[in-house]
């Protein structure tokens, strides 16, 4: 009883150390993350794949209006997991950083700097009191200099790169999978297979919905994020066979 006292005493606030040296409150941060729908980040030697699964909880909700996917500029997008309302606000942050560093420099922003700027962003509300940690996580991919990068935000504020990660639920079945398949020379289809393949390892054996998913790619050759529409994922889930069965959905 004596430990558990003192642990609630330690994460009542955000700005004291245990005596193990943890922050509690971030530790629930990225429990926050773990509840949230699996997204994913898949770099080829052709660009990058970002995927999420948008399922809604109900029927009556549009599916539009559930957002997992975002544009931050020409040429880097952003995928979530976590709070909604969490990663709302930076996607805003990294928005406003992009334009400010097109307007000042008169270039567009590396993928790296973007990603470090929001992490310094978040690391901010793990040592000042009264706020709380960001209960989301991000994945932050583009084209830099010709070439693709793949980064992902913790709620602690830490930037790590990757060739390919998940974020939200099941992660570690899903990394599985993305280990599995991944190659360093993989093309662009090969890489939106292996994030479709990721996402169906994340939710159950009855196949993807398109409506249930969303689709975004950054080209190297043209460094434009294009945002795939339903008609696009659906083509996508048919061909690599991960479509849901409607007949199977009715039984």
Aim: no cysteine; glycine share 10%; aromatic share 6%.
């Amino acid at each position: 009883m004596q430990g558990q006292a003192q642990q609630q005493a330690y994460d009542r606030g955000i700005t004291i150390f245990s005596p193990d040296g943890r922050l509690y409150q971030v530790e629930y941060a990225r429990e926050a993350v773990k509840r949230g729908t699996a997204s994913v980040g898949v770099r080829t030697a052709e660009g990058v794949v970002l995927a999420a699964d948008k399922r809604s909880r109900s029927e009556l909700m549009e599916p539009a209006s559930v957002e997992k996917l975002h544009k931050i500029d020409d040429h880097v997008g952003i995928a979530s997991a976590g709070h909604v309302a969490d990663a709302r606000q930076l996607i805003d942050f990294a928005r406003r950083q992009a334009q400010v560093n097109r307007l000042r420099y008169g270039e567009e922003m590396g993928i790296e700097t973007l990603t470090k700027s929001v992490t310094d962003h978040i690391q901010q509300y793990t040592q000042v009191g009264g706020a709380r940690p960001f209960g989301v996580a991000l994945i932050v991919g583009g084209i830099e200099n010709g070439e693709p990068r793949l980064f992902e935000t913790d709620p602690s504020g830490t930037p790590y790169e990757w060739k390919a990660l998940s974020i939200g639920a099941n992660r570690a079945d899903v990394r599985e999978r993305l280990e599995e398949g991944y190659s360093d020379d993989l093309s662009q289809e090969q890489g939106i297979e292996l994030a479709l393949a990721a996402l169906a390892e994340s939710g159950d054996d009855g196949g993807l919905e398109p409506e249930g998913v969303g689709l975004a790619t950054i080209d190297v050759d043209d460094e434009q994020y294009v945002d795939h529409d339903t008609a696009s994922i659906e083509g996508y889930l048919d061909e690599f066979e991960f479509l849901a069965d409607p007949e199977g959905e009715d039984e």
